[in-house]
């Protein structure tokens, strides 16, 4: 039995994994070491609810104190690892080394930032509490108009919510449509007439040439030769994974903390959430996965694997799921689509954006798109789980309509 | 155990239903009901996950 365990990322991999450890019954010492100032907080409200002005900061907690306190951590905010070297089992925390006895990777992603733009006012991206803070002031300062580059679901969220905050959006998306790569053109068309029919001034098929401005931003250039003038840009362009300060540790950094099936990074080394790389064994090949569901079930697998010996261990090998609030509709994906997957619509319809659509590939089924279609989602969800076929698949969707 | 959610926080995800269809489903209404609220003792692991796993924290697993 281990005596104790070191999470590194106060977030919700970090977190769900000491919860996970508690509920099994280990009475260890647990450190949690998080660089962020704040009480373990969750982020997607963060381009939403909190966004909005709905909710104020102390709703975005990811336990309620009292259940933080129960868990009885050792507890470490504002602090940053900053080296491990696996061979010695020490981590570094603020430059100071420590021994560990089973460690725990999660210090997540932060965003893609476009380079150059550094000093300039006016131009954010949306990750953590301060920058959700620092967009919701600049939203409130009536801007003349907001740019969001990058029409991914973040990028789309914030749009929306500058919408309602009667602020006129353009958003760049560098792809023919916006989610194109992950849902083919069709269905990314319909995601596009969402934004437009709510005003959004939809520019696809260009990218951002140049962010101008001496202090502040003052405009945007794009590759088709536009200007658009502008005082606040949000970059939602992707993230890449917190993997610094494990340069020299011995592990292998690869967009990730390269782990195997089973969430192992190395002896007594697991990883999870947005920065764990792992073959997931259902798809027979190397993923990292940067949603929420991910980094609860994955905090949860890394934690336990910690506790296990390698005939206990159990591959990692979820459908990969998530959800985005846009506007009034709830969309959700589970599984793994490729833009030239066969696609069928199941239920609803595109016109009344209400519908769920289904992916299949080499006669499986690949994966469900659903707007405003929770519960066929999840049924689809299902089946993706127990490794349907396509014909399963349109048989199911058959019986149930 | 009492099964108790917080409908002004549950957005209907549906990922409860996905981990127990016995107690939670989200109908072609979109919104969410609750099957049975006094599940037998053996659903405790799996009530836990959905209160674990929802995405706003809707659910609540009392003694
Ligand atoms: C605005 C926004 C909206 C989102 N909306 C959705 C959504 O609708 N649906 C969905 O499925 N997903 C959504 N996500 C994604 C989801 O929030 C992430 O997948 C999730 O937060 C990943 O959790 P994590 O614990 O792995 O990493 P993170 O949440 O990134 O946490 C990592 C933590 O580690 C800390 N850290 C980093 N380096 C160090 C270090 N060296 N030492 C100490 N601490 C360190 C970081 O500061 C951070 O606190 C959203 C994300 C954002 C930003
Ligand atoms: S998982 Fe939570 S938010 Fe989703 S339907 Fe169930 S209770 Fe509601």
């Not at chain 1, 260890?28 to 660089?35: N, V, Y």
């Not at chain 1, 020490?90 to 560990?100: H, M």
Request: glycine share 10%.
């Amino acid at each position: 039995m281990r005596s104790s365990v070191t999470i590194v990322g106060a977030s919700l991999a970090g977190l769900r994994a000491a919860e996970t450890l508690r509920r099994d019954g280990f009475d260890g010492t647990i450190s949690l070491i998080g660089d962020e100032p704040h009480v373990p907080y969750d982020r997607p409200p963060l381009s939403k609810q909190f966004l909005s002005g709905d909710w104020e900061a102390d709703r975005l907690a990811l336990s309620p104190p009292e259940r933080i306190t129960g868990l009885d951590l050792d507890l470490r905010l504002g602090q940053r690892a900053t080296g491990l070297d696996v061979c010695s089992h020490t981590i570094e925390v603020e430059g100071t080394a420590e021994g560990y006895d089973g460690l725990l990777i999660a210090t997540g992603a932060r965003c893609r930032t476009i380079r150059g733009t550094e000093g300039i006012d006016g131009v954010y991206t949306l990750r953590n509490l301060d920058d959700g803070l620092a967009i919701r002031a600049a939203l409130r300062d009536s801007p003349r108009r907001v740019v969001v580059v990058g029409a991914g679901f973040i990028g789309a969220e914030v749009a929306a919510t500058a919408v309602g905050y009667g602020v006129p959006v353009t958003m760049v998306e560098a792809l023919p449509a916006p989610l194109g790569r992950v849902l083919g053109d069709t269905v990314g068309s319909v995601v596009a007439e969402l934004h437009v029919d709510h005003g959004v001034d939809l520019r696809c098929g260009v990218g951002v040439e140049e962010i101008c401005g001496t202090d502040s931003v003052e405009s945007v250039r794009l590759s088709d030769g536009a200007v658009v003038e502008t005082d606040l840009v949000v970059v939602g362009i992707g993230v890449v994974p917190n993997t610094e300060w494990l340069e020299d540790s011995g592990l292998t950094i690869d967009n990730g903390v390269l782990c195997d099936e089973t969430c192992l990074a190395a002896p007594d080394v697991t990883a999870a959430g947005d920065v764990a790389r792992w073959p997931n064994p259902r798809y027979g090949e190397l993923m990292r996965v940067e949603h929420w569901d991910n980094a609860v079930e994955q905090g949860a697998h890394a934690a336990r694997r910690l506790m296990q010996s390698s005939e206990e261990a159990r591959p990692f090998s979820p459908v990969p799921w998530f959800w985005s609030d846009q506007y009034d509709r709830k969309v959700q994906l589970a599984g793994r689509a490729r833009p030239d997957d066969e696609v069928r619509l199941v239920d609803g319809s595109f016109q009344e954006r209400r519908f769920a659509v289904i992916y299949g590939r080499g006669g499986r089924l690949t994966a469900v798109f659903g707007m405003n279609r929770p519960r066929q989602v999840m049924q689809f969800k299902g089946l993706l789980e127990s490794g349907a076929s396509w014909n399963e698949a349109l048989d199911f969707a058959e019986v149930q309509t | 155990m009492r099964i108790v959610v917080d409908y002004d926080l549950c957005e209907s995800n549906a990922i409860c239903m996905q981990i127990a269809p016995d107690v939670f489903e989200v109908r072609d209404d979109d919104f969410l009901y609750v099957l049975n609220d006094a599940p037998d003792e053996d659903r405790r692991a799996a009530m836990d996950e959905a209160a674990q796993r929802c995405p706003k924290q809707a659910i609540k697993v009392e003694d």
